[in-house]
């Protein structure tokens, strides 16, 4: 059974830091493209940061490119989201998911989600 769990978001201060983690089970994560997008209230999901099984390479979103870092540990089988400089624009519940196109925009499985929400 595929899953992904999610962890590490949590309330932070504009200009703080958290590291989301994703946990793989069922499947091996270093065969699949994966990614993370997130969804506020009231707002379409938005895909923010994916790499690529193949050869590591990144994509981030304008939105948060030079403040996030996505990377993976293919062998604690997870998938990780340093996210700097946080802004309250940040505020939403972010996923992680299989990018089974490569273009981080259809995403595949994903987990529950976690919450970050970022205000002072």
């Not at 946990?23 to 707002?43: C, E, I, N, T, V």
């Not at 273009?103 to 205000?119: E, R």
Request: glycine letters at 12%; a neutral charge.
């Amino acid at each position: 059974q595929v899953q992904l769990v999610e962890s590490g978001g949590g309330l932070v201060q504009p200009g703080g830091s958290l590291r989301l983690s994703c946990a793989a089970s069922g499947f091996a994560l270093d065969r699949y493209h994966m990614g993370w997008f997130r969804q506020a209230p009231g707002k379409e999901r938005e895909g923010i940061s994916c790499i690529s099984s193949i050869d590591g390479s990144t994509y981030y979103a304008d939105s948060v490119k030079g403040r996030f870092t996505i990377s993976r540990d293919n062998a604690k089988n997870t998938v990780y989201l340093q996210m700097n400089s946080l802004k309250p624009e940040d505020t939403a519940t972010y996923y992680c998911a299989t990018d089974p196109d490569s273009t981080c925009t259809l995403f595949g499985s994903w987990g529950q989600g976690t919450q970050v929400t970022v205000s002072s």
